[in-house]
């Protein structure tokens, strides 16, 4: 056999997605939810009064876990079907329950339906690890409530802002993420037992025509399966529209941690704001001062590959014909999987970088006195005309000095001088002892302490309450 090293691995599962993500979309996982479903069916069929004996429902339960890997390879080697090649595995290992296993059931049965309960438990590990990068963030926010920070729009100074409220423009969009993936899992229907084509004729056949025992049927097992409602409604698939709203709704979660990491390694060039740095970590293998931004680059990266993902499913809906087209198959092996271990993943390299960022206050102090003289242009206006003089002059002595100041800064690479020139300026002389509170950061951020506060308070707390039993301890660790 050749060593792993030798074949491709997916860095998906082998770098960065957490044990918890990789098994929900393992082989082991898929396989013996197959073996449960087709247990939760005959012990259904038997309750409505199919001959399945007890013992032959006992024995299933006992082999759920007992699958022989190699022989499953063989059969579907020979057999070329995945579901006929596991049903004669676990026949093979429930050798008396072997002639009711898949009683009345087509392939869809075992592969819709656990595609359904893999997407509801990775909905539920994304809704609560969401919840936690949220509650993050929102720490973070209320401790930077305060703190004066430069506003950008087109990455150009505007007008003050605080890193507390930033940090709520990026916790906002993970909040509308975690309501669209509780909605997406709460609303997610079962297929159930529909038989071939959705018409449910072999289990009618089965009851001799009963269509209430079939109604039942197809609701305990359902119920079984942990749903609260199924679909009325399917070809022999449940409809591929299911798999484009879920994966469109995880694919949010990727292009909310683009903006954020984006947003950060801005930042982070500007020596504001930092994503932790290991004690022994390299930044540049030639540069050896580099501290470059890894984490966040590592998830703009994967939020692409996740928002591409979007596509391919909405593809498959509009190329399954009449009630199914196996050209479907191979693709949502691929897409599904995928989409979600690169979902866990950005969250959980997110979690890593909320929970340790760095702040630098007197850089973001440095580049506000950089720019507040200019700001300050209207609220000095308003100061000496209170003071006694008059606007118009007033104003075209600002305009010339702001133009003065200005020069030195872009011409000159100087610091704004713009106060000192006021300072100097007699004209100036009735409001230069209260230069500095005129021009005190804390006067030109607005309401965004309350409004930070009102967010969390109102929105944020509320919304993550029911996820913090089930908080992970620790920080999440990267592999690399």
Not at 19 to 41: G, I, P, Q, Y
Not at 267 to 285: D, N, R, T, V, W
Not at 347 to 357: D, K
Not at 434 to 439: A, E, R, S, T, Y
Request: proline share 4%; charged share 25%.
């Amino acid at each position: 056999m050749a060593e792993p090293q030798s074949r491709y691995r997916s860095p998906l599962t082998d770098r960065y997605a957490s044990d918890e993500m990789s098994f929900v979309f393992s082989d082991r996982n898929k396989f013996e939810t197959w073996r449960k479903l087709w247990t939760l069916l005959a012990e259904s069929e038997q309750e409505l009064g199919l001959s399945i004996t007890d013992e032959q429902i006992t024995e299933m339960r006992d082999n759920i876990s007992n699958i022989d890997w190699s022989r499953a390879a063989d059969e579907e080697k020979a057999r070329r079907h995945d579901v006929m090649a596991h049903v004669h595995t676990f026949g093979a290992a429930a050798p008396k329950a072997a002639p009711i296993i898949h009683l009345g059931a087509t392939s869809c049965f075992v592969g819709d339906n656990t595609d359904l309960i893999v997407m509801r438990d990775g909905l539920r590990i994304l809704c609560r690890k969401l919840a936690q990068c949220c509650n993050s963030l929102a720490n973070f926010a209320s401790e930077h409530k305060s703190l004066p920070q430069l506003g950008y729009t087109h990455f150009q100074p505007a007008q003050l802002t605080t890193l507390g409220k930033r940090s709520c423009l990026w916790l906002q969009d993970l909040l509308i993420d975690l309501k669209q993936l509780k909605a997406t899992a709460d609303n997610l229907s079962f297929r159930g037992v529909k038989g071939t084509t959705g018409t449910q004729a072999s289990f009618l056949e089965l009851f001799n025509g009963d269509h209430d025992k079939v109604e039942q049927l197809d609701k305990l097992v359902t119920e079984k399966a942990g749903f609260t409602s199924k679909f009325t409604i399917t070809g022999q698939t449940y409809t591929r529209k299911i798999d484009s709203i879920v994966i469109n709704a995880v694919a949010g979660i990727g292009s909310t941690i683009h903006k954020f990491c984006t947003d950060l390694r801005l930042l982070a060039s500007l020596k504001e704001l930092e994503e932790p740095f290991a004690q022994k970590q390299i930044g540049s293998s030639a540069m050896p001062y580099k501290r470059n931004p890894m984490r966040s680059e590592r998830c703009c990266s994967l939020a692409r590959h996740l928002v591409s993902l979007t596509s391919s499913p909405m593809h498959t809906h509009a190329n399954q014909w009449f009630e199914r087209t196996l050209d479907d198959s191979a693709n949502r092996r691929v897409v599904l999987a995928e989409a979600f271990l690169t979902a866990d993943i950005l969250l959980n390299t997110a979690q890593n970088i909320m929970q340790g960022m760095v702040v630098y206050p007197k850089v973001i102090e440095k580049h506000i006195l950089e720019e507040i003289p200019f700001m300050a242009t209207e609220n000095l206006l308003m100061s000496m005309v209170k003071a006694g003089a008059d606007r118009q002059e007033c104003h075209e002595k600002l305009r010339v000095l702001s133009v003065e100041a200005g020069k030195q800064v872009k011409e000159f690479g100087k610091s704004n001088d713009m106060l000192e020139r006021i300072r100097d300026d007699e004209y100036f002389g009735s409001i230069h002892n209260k230069l500095g509170d005129i021009v005190n950061p804390s006067n030109f951020i607005g309401r965004a302490p309350q409004q930070v506060e009102k967010f969390l308070k109102e929105e944020v707390f509320p919304e993550i309450e029911p996820y913090k039993s089930s908080f992970d301890k620790e920080v999440p660790r990267l592999n690399v």
